[in-house]
């Protein structure tokens, strides 16, 4: 496969600079955004930021803050409402055919709403009305197990440490949220093989780091505060290797913003030495065949191995039995490619592995986490400054609400501490994750649904009937800061109860008010708001949770809900009784301009595991399992098509991306600036291989995928466009593709949806047969609007 320069600048810089402007005033939001800005990770006087998880570094800067941030402050920050007056202009179905951008750029929620079906709109409600009915619809449940409690990792530690308190005290741990869709491989195996489901590094390690394998993720367009490290680490003499399907342009180089001999004389830093592009789904063979010639070459560490590991002459014996033949098929890299990476592995003194959802995201997913984490205990790479474990998180206290006890499958540990401060009994059963969860919705075996922000029917797989499922509910209630297609699904009664954004201030009757979030590397930071409200009538998260535990629970707990909701330190007194490493929390998250690391067992070689010992894992997928669902599905077409039909019919394995101007489902706008698109509905090729098939880019193309159920799913048609992307592999825009996937296709014991790798078949369609779409029309609206800036 050639090489092609699709985008040729380097990340950030100029244009970077420009789209947050630009967006800061699409927004309206140009002064109460610019004024957050300038707060953005400000130690003590400002608030972190919740474009992503990465960690502030410990240096102070006068403006930290990327250009997704900015995006997302700017969404926060907008004036424009969707109150009372907008619900006037448009009916709950209106609404429904609205697309990702129309509805993330309706406004901030500023009143309580409730649905009425007679006229189908939503209607301002007052907050007792709404908790009066909240009340009353859970009370009379069969069981608390009736109802599911979601969290977004926008939600910050102490009201999400008081919502799982709620819940479990209503009597059940249906407390999905996000991470069971994107890391959970991550926190399953990383606590299985390490004790503890988080990153062992520091910051400070990258710094120190002699090699860096960057596998299944954009730093660019997801994290981009991360470049500056990798462009930092580059300098110092850190051999960075991305490992990824798709040849990520953003990642070639890097132009600081804060370096104005950058800016001003176009200089750049470069990061990566060497693109592994892997096919989709081949991690678990790369890694296999790295580990086979290390073990084979005898360039492990033996010392390390045999007092800090468990299970490795189990792995030893498995790489005997796996063939170069095999390897080669299924990572999609040839033998000496795969040395060669593993003879850097060998050299190196200090090593970092990092990941992200195109590892997780996978019915092998676990496999994928276990040979990572593999490779850096054969080499002794955990406990060592310089190397280590490194998950990239999305959202910025996504692991910290896990910490918190948001969580279906709470370990026993915590149950009994809650039982012990709170003198009352927890629920023991396990609760359902979100593929269950909403299996169980489209079951009809749940009459009640809440979420503590996040929009699930569009982030889970199988959209739309979970969407449906949604208005056979006795109950939906919605915390959050904008309108999203979930709330959009009413059930008998659709309770909006609208609260603060992070930016924004929180005074109670106690003051001032500060909360606190976790980093994706254990980095306990605080967080304060610093602009007015939009609205006089917002909450905050924890005044929500307080009010209605308080109506739900009545006098059945003895727990003073308004004192934690207007008092944080309360909160943070209870999780420093309950919760392992927050002792004397108050304290130490005041002492410290930056906070305070949690203890890790495994960065001190102490290993909380089953065995006492970091446990080496054997995958439990063949290495060629994508390779032979590919051969499965190839030969199952071939006698189903005519011969005719046959060269418009091809297997390929599909995977979900983010555009540039998105994070998760909040569409900002249509500029995918390194991928050189300002439109949606696209569907991703190399050219070598559309040559093949004697397509064109342009080209309307229709994707099909057989689930489970061996029901045919499509998606499409979508405009055939070009991007470095490994053979036999093509790509579609997130949310939007969610429908095409089902929710019984995912990993065994982390139930992680299988984004990032499906088997499909495609097939090229007369473009006079193509009708416009959703996703169509946001492009129409980019267009129109101006809204897409030249690369």
């Not at 003879?343 to 496999?367: F, N, R, Y």
């Amino acid at each position: 496969m050639r090489k092609i320069p699709i985008y040729s600048h380097p990340a950030a810089g100029w244009p970077a600079l420009i789209a947050s402007t630009r967006k800061l005033m699409d927004y309206k939001a140009f002064v109460r955004g610019s004024l957050s800005v300038l707060k953005s990770n400000q130690p003590k006087t400002g608030f972190d930021c919740p474009g992503c998880a990465w960690p502030d570094h410990k240096s102070h800067k006068t403006l930290d803050i990327c250009e997704t941030g900015i995006k997302v402050i700017a969404s926060e920050a907008m004036s424009t409402k969707a109150d009372a007056k907008f619900f006037e202009k448009y009916t709950v179905k209106e609404l429904q055919k609205w697309n990702g951008y129309e509805i993330e750029h309706s406004g901030r929620l500023s009143e309580p709403l409730r649905y009425d079906a007679a006229q189908d709109r939503y209607l301002p409600i007052s907050w007792q009305a709404a908790y009066e009915i909240i009340a009353k619809e859970l009370n009379k449940l069969d069981s608390p197990d009736d109802a599911l409690f979601y969290t977004s990792g926008r939600v910050t530690n102490e009201p999400a440490f008081m919502y799982q308190l709620f819940v479990r005290c209503f009597g059940t741990n249906n407390l999905p949220d996000c991470s069971n869709m994107c890391h959970e491989p991550t926190s399953v195996m990383l606590g299985k093989q390490l004790g503890v489901g988080k990153a062992t590094v520091m910051l400070e390690d990258f710094e120190k780091a002699k090699l860096l394998l960057s596998f299944g993720h954009n730093p660019a367009t997801n994290h981009p505060r991360m470049l500056e490290m990798l462009a930092h680490a580059h300098k110092e003499g850190c051999r960075i290797i991305s490992i990824n399907p798709m040849r990520e342009q953003g990642l070639k180089a890097f132009r600081n913003p804060q370096k104005p001999t950058h800016m001003a004389a176009g200089q750049s830093d470069e990061m990566t030495d060497e693109v592994v592009q892997i096919q989709i789904g081949g991690d678990t063979a790369l890694l296999a065949g790295m580990a086979k010639w290390l073990v084979e070459h005898d360039k492990i560490d033996h010392n390390f191995i045999t007092e800090h590991t468990s299970g490795f002459e189990a792995l030893k014996e498995w790489l005997t039995e796996q063939t170069w033949t095999d390897i080669e098929r299924g990572s999609g890299i040839v033998q000496a490619e795969i040395v060669k990476l593993a003879k850097l592995v060998a050299d190196s003194p200090a090593t970092i592995c990092t990941w992200g959802m195109g590892v997780t995201q996978h019915v092998q997913g676990e496999d994928n986490v276990a040979m990572i984490t593999n490779l850096l205990l054969l080499m002794g790479m955990i406990g060592i400054d310089g190397a280590g474990a490194s998950p990239i998180r999305g959202h910025s206290n996504v692991q910290g609400d896990r910490t918190m006890g948001i969580h279906e499958r709470p370990k026993q540990k915590l149950l009994d501490s809650l039982e012990r401060v709170f003198e009352r009994p927890m629920p023991q059963e396990d609760g359902y994750d979100v593929v269950s969860g909403a299996k169980a919705l489209i079951d009809g075996k749940l009459k009640a649904f809440m979420a503590m922000g996040g929009n699930f029917a569009v982030a889970a797989p199988n959209t739309s009937a979970i969407q449906q499922a949604l208005t056979n509910n006795e109950l939906n209630v919605f915390v959050g800061t904008k309108l999203n297609g979930t709330m959009l699904y009413p059930g008998a009664n659709n309770i909006i109860l609208p609260c603060l954004s992070r930016i924004e201030s929180l005074v109670t009757a106690k003051g001032e008010q500060f909360a606190t979030i976790e980093d994706s590397m254990c980095q306990i930071v605080a967080t304060k708001g610093t602009i007015k409200p939009v609205s006089d009538t917002l909450k905050s998260e924890a005044q929500i949770v307080a009010d209605i535990a308080t109506h739900v629970l009545g006098s059945t707990t003895n727990i003073d809900w308004q004192a934690m909701s207007e008092d944080y330190d309360v909160v943070r007194d209870y999780v420093s009784q309950a919760i392992d490493g927050f002792e004397n929390f108050n304290q130490r998250i005041r002492d410290s301009e930056r906070g305070f690391h949690l203890y890790h067992p495994a960065r001190h070689r102490v290993w909380n595991t089953d065995s006492g010992k970091a446990q080496i894992e054997v995958p439990q997928y063949p290495i060629t399992y994508v390779a032979e669902q590919m051969a499965q599905k190839t030969a199952s077409t071939e006698q189903k098509v005519n011969p005719s039909q046959n060269e418009q019919q091809k297997v390929w394995q599909f995977t979900s991306v983010r555009s540039h101007d998105q994070f998760n489902t909040m569409i900002f706008g249509y500029n995918d600036r390194y991928r050189q698109t300002n439109r949606r509905d696209v569907l991703f090729m190399h050219p070598d291989e559309i040559s093949r098939l004697g397509w064109q880019k342009g080209d309307s193309v229709i994707v099909t995928r057989q689930d489970s159920s061996n029901q045919a799913r499509t998606l499409g048609p979508l405009v055939l466009t070009e991007m470095d992307i490994a053979s036999n592999a093509v790509a579609a825009y997130y949310p939007e593709c969610n429908d095409l996937f089902d929710l019984d296709t995912h990993a065994p014991e982390s139930h992680i949806p299988a984004y990032k790798s499906s088997t499909v078949t495609l097939e090229r369609v007369a473009a006079d047969s193509r009708e416009p779409s959703k996703v169509d029309k946001q492009a129409q609206v980019s267009s129109a609007d101006g809204l897409v800036a030249s690369a």
